[in-house]
C-alpha cells in the first residue's frame, strides 16, 4: 500500500468506527475526516471545495427549502387530515390507502415532515377504530422510506451516487429512471407488510394498554430492586456535598422520537403559500424530469423564488436547510473522493472479483446488494453511498459489465434498510410512539429486508441489463 493509501484507510475506519460508537455528532466525525485528509495531502482543496458545492449537495438544498415552504403552509398537514377523516369512515383499509399516499409522496419530498405529521393523526385514527397503532406506524415508517426509491430526488442517496457516479465517467440518471425498480420494491414491501408484517404487531388498544401495564410493572419491580440495592451502597459512606438522590439516580430518560424534535408539528393552512410553494415545487419537478435544466439548478432556483415572492423568509430558509445533513454529506464525498482517487476503491473490487468471478453479474449484483445492506444497518444511508459507489463502478468496470445496473443496487440498498429502530429518524419517532421493542423492528424488519432484496434482484437486471 502506498502512504496515501494508509492514511486513506486509516481514516476512512476512524470514521466508520466513531460512526458505529455515537457518541459524536456524524457531521462533525464527516467534516474531522476530511479535514485531516486536507491536512496530509490525501485530497486537494480543489476537490474539497467540489464536494462542498457538488450538484448533490445544491440540490438538496434547494429541496429542503422549497420543503420546507410547503409544510409551513399548512399545505401537508391539511392533506393528511383530508386523508384520514375518509379512513375514520372506511376503517383499518383507509388508514392503509393513507400509509400509501405518504409513500408517494416520499417520492417527492422528505420523508421526516410527512412521518411527523401524519403519524400522531393515524394514531389517534386507530385508537377510534379499537385497532392498535402498533399495525400501522411501523409499516408507515418502512413506506415512506420506500417511497423514497421511486425518484432520483427520493432521498439524499439516489442524489448522491448519480453525483459520484458523474465523477467517475459514467453519464447521469435521469428524474424517473429508477422508478421500475423503486416501485417494484415498493410495491413487494408495501404488499407483505399489509398481508404479514402488520399481522405480527399489535391488534388491539385494549391489548396494548395491557401489554403497556406489564410492562410498566416490571420496570417498577426492577427500579424498586435497584433502589434497594443502591441504598444499601450509599449507606456504607456519606454523601458529598450538594449531591442528592436525584443527582445519583439521574433524572429524566431519553426523548428521541418526539415530534417536537422535528419541528413544531402540524401548521394552520394558508391557501396563497401553499399555493404558490406547490406551483414553484411542481414546476422544479417538471424542469428535472424533462431534462430542459438539471435538479442543482432548477431546485436552488425554486428556493430563491420563494424567498423573493415573500412565501418564505430568509431566516426561515436557513432553518430549513437542515446544514447537519448537507455537512455530513459534503464530509463523506470528501472521504469518498479519498477512496477513490488513492486506488483503494479499485483493490476492494479486485478482492470481491476474486471471490465471486464465478457467480457473475448476477452474483456480485447479489453480494454487492447485501454488503451494502449490511453497512446501512451500522451506518447513515448518506455515508453508505459514498463508500460504496466507488467500488460499485469498480467492480462492473472489472467484470466488464454496465455499472449503471450495480449503481442501482447501492441506491436502493443503501435505503431499504428497516431491520433497527435506529436506522432513519422516521424508525425512532414511531419507535417511541407506538412504544415498540428493539424486537419489533427486528421480527418484521428482517423479512422485509430479505424480501426488498429478492425483488431488487430480480426488477434491477430487468431494468438495467447487464
Known amino acids: 500500500m502506498t502512504v496515501d493509501q494508509f492514511v486513506a484507510l486509516a481514516v476512512l475506519v476512524g470514521v466508520v468506527g466513531a460512526l458505529i460508537h455515537g457518541k459524536a455528532r456524524a457531521d462533525v466525525v464527516a467534516l474531522t475526516g476530511a479535514a485531516v485528509l486536507l491536512l496530509l495531502g490525501v485530497v486537494r482543496p480543489v476537490e474539497v471545495q467540489s464536494a462542498f458545492a457538488s450538484p448533490a449537495v445544491i440540490a438538496l438544498a434547494g429541496l429542503f427549502v422549497i420543503a420546507y415552504a410547503i409544510e409551513l403552509s399548512g399545505l401537508l398537514g391539511l392533506l393528511i387530515r383530508k386523508a384520514s377523516s375518509l379512513s375514520k369512515r372506511i376503517g383499518a383499509t383507509g388508514i392503509w390507502i393513507v400509509i400509501g399516499l405518504c409513500g408517494s409522496v416520499g417520492g417527492f419530498l422528505n420523508n421526516t415532515p410527512v412521518v411527523v405529521l401524519a403519524a400522531p393523526v393515524i394514531r389517534d385514527v386507530a385508537k377510534s377504530l ?4 402498533k399495525r400501522f406506524l411501523m409499516p ?23 453525483d459520484m457516479a458523474r465523477n467517475a465517467g459514467q453519464p447521469g440518471f435521469s428524474f424517473f ?15 407483505w407488510l399489509y398481508f404479514v408484517g402488520a399481522r405480527q404487531l399489535g391488534r388491539s388498544v385494549a391489548k396494548d394498554e395491557a401489554e403497556a401495564a406489564r410492562l410498566a410493572e416490571e420496570e417498577a419491580a426492577r427500579r424498586k430492586q435497584a433502589s434497594s440495592w443502591k441504598s444499601r451502597l450509599f449507606s456504607l ?11 445519583v439516580d439521574g433524572a429524566g430518560d431519553a426523548s428521541l422520537g418526539d415530534v417536537k424534535l422535528f419541528g413544531a408539528g402540524d401548521r394552520p393552512f394558508r391557501l396563497r403559500p401553499a399555493m404558490i410553494s406547490m406551483g414553484v415545487f411542481v414546476t422544479v419537478i417538471i424542469a428535472a424530469a424533462f431534462g430542459w435544466v438539471p435538479i442543482a439548478a432548477a431546485a436552488f432556483a425554486g428556493a430563491v423564488a420563494l424567498i423573493l415572492m415573500q412565501v418564505i423568509t430568509p431566516e426561515e430558509a436557513y432553518a430549513g436547510l437542515r446544514p447537519e445533513i448537507l455537512l455530513l454529506i459534503a464530509g463523506m464525498v470528501v472521504v469518498g ?7 483503494l476503491a479499485q483493490q476492494a473490487a479486485s478482492y470481491l472479483i476474486d471471490i465471486i468471478r464465478p457467480m457473475g453479474p448476477l452474483g456480485a449484483l447479489i453480494v454487492l446488494y447485501g454488503v451494502t445492506l449490511l453497512a446501512t444497518e451500522l451506518l447513515s444511508n ?25 449503481l442501482v443496487c447501492v441506491m436502493m440498498a443503501a435505503s431499504a434498510a428497516f431491520a433497527t429502530p435506529f436506522g432513519y429518524q422516521t424508525n425512532v419517532l414511531v419507535f417511541n410512539m407506538a412504544k415498540y421493542s428493539y424486537m419489533d423492528f427486528v421480527r418484521v424488519g428482517v423479512p422485509l429486508n430479505l424480501i426488498t432484496w429478492a425483488a431488487a434482484m430480480v426488477a434491477i437486471p430487468i431494468f438495467f441489463p447487464f
Open 130 to 133: 379499537n385497532l392498535s397503532p
Open 337 to 343: 473522493t479519498a477512496i477513490e482517487v488513492t486506488g
Open 140 to 162: 408507515l415508517s418502512h413506506v415512506t422510506v420506500m417511497g423514497g426509491l421511486l425518484t432520483l430526488i427520493g432521498t439524499s442517496t439516489n442524489l448522491l451516487v448519480n
Open 237 to 247: 459512606r456519606l454523601p458529598r456535598l450538594g449531591e442528592s438522590r436525584n443527582m
Open 177 to 191: 429512471e429508477i422508478f421500475p425498480v423503486g416501485a417494484s420494491i415498493a410495491l413487494t414491501g408495501g404488499l
Open 382 to 406: 448518506a455515508t453508505v453511498a459514498v463508500l460504496i459507489t466507488p467500488i460499485a463502478v469498480a467492480l462492473a468496470e472489472s467484470l466488464g459489465v454496465d455499472p449503471r445496473p450495480f
